[in-house]
């Protein structure tokens, strides 16, 4: 089922994600690394489609974020970016691509945009980075932020746990907030951090606040496309809704196949020319 035709599309823009927030519409937003499921999960109607460096684990099978280069999430967003024909697509700029210097920011989110064609960026931190956010948007390029849980600084925290529930991570969460919206980000995205928090930011800040693993009060949620869809059997953490077993459904699947090929019942005449 289609969600809409190809002729009454409008796309999805930040000034439209600023108008879901001001009227209290809820923002959906997704993963997606290929041109496939960015087909399907575009067609369903989501808001925004994030190229999440997020490929590092689940596409591309390593323990972390950090391992992904530049060459390769634009090789994952431009497969994204041929597919979507309304969502507004989100490139994270991954690990060791912008926290040098604001001019190797600018460069990494530039070619992103030059290279993928996609419409916007995502980097992880507050003050640290800010002079990147800075920079890359003084060239006219969307900028998303990242506070909470940051994969990419997973070594710095040294676990995946809830992060901000002392008072102090958490007065900086906000600060950095405060900051991001200053410098012209048009969203952010908050990781595991405690529900109270999350309000408090989607109250004190005008832009858009998107939630992983952050409650429901704030103006739209994120989960990884292979996490909610259930091919991920191992990682379960209890921000996670399964709306799916695709493993289940893959794994029958391809033993029918299988056991098809083996018995020669694949393929029958009408299957053959
Ligand atoms: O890379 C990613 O998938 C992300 C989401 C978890 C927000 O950054």
Redesign the pocket.
């Known amino acids: 089922m289609s969600v809409h035709s190809s002729a009454n599309i409008k796309r999805i823009t930040t000034h439209i994600l600023q108008e879901m927030k001001n009227r209290g519409e809820r923002i959906s937003m997704l993963?997606a690394y290929d041109y496939s499921m960015a087909r399907i999960v575009d067609d369903a109607g989501i808001d925004i489609i994030?190229v999440?460096?997020?490929a590092s684990n689940v596409m591309a099978g390593h323990e972390t974020?950090l391992p992904i280069t530049l060459d390769q999430m634009i090789y994952h967003a431009s497969a994204v970016v041929r597919a979507v024909k309304r969502a507004l697509v989100v490139v994270?700029i991954p690990f060791g691509s912008y926290q040098g210097n604001s001019t190797e920011a600018l460069r990494s989110a530039i070619r992103i945009m030059k290279e993928s064609g996609a419409h916007s960026v995502?980097v992880e931190g507050g003050s640290e980075i800010k002079e990147s956010v800075i920079r890359i948007l003084s060239a006219g390029v969307p900028v998303m932020g990242?506070l909470g849980l940051t994969?990419q600084s997973i070594y710095k925290f040294g676990t995946y746990t809830v992060r901000a529930k002392e008072e102090a991570e958490a007065t900086k969460l906000l600060e950095d907030a405060l900051m991001l919206e200053a410098c012209g980000c048009f969203a952010i995205?908050l990781?595991k951090i405690p529900a109270s928090l999350a309000k408090k930011v989607a109250e004190s800040v005008n832009i858009p606040v998107i939630g992983?693993g952050a409650g429901g009060d704030v103006d739209g949620q994120?989960l990884?496309m292979h996490d909610m869809l259930g091919i991920t059997q191992e990682f379960k953490p209890r921000f996670l809704r399964q709306y799916a077993d695709l493993e289940d459904v893959m794994k029958k699947a391809f033993l029918q196949y299988i056991e098809d090929v083996k018995s020669k019942d694949f393929p029958n005449e009408s299957e053959s020319y």
Do not use: A, C, R
């Open positions: 993963t994030l999440g460096d997020s974020t994270d995502k990242h994969p995205v990781e992983i994120v990884v």
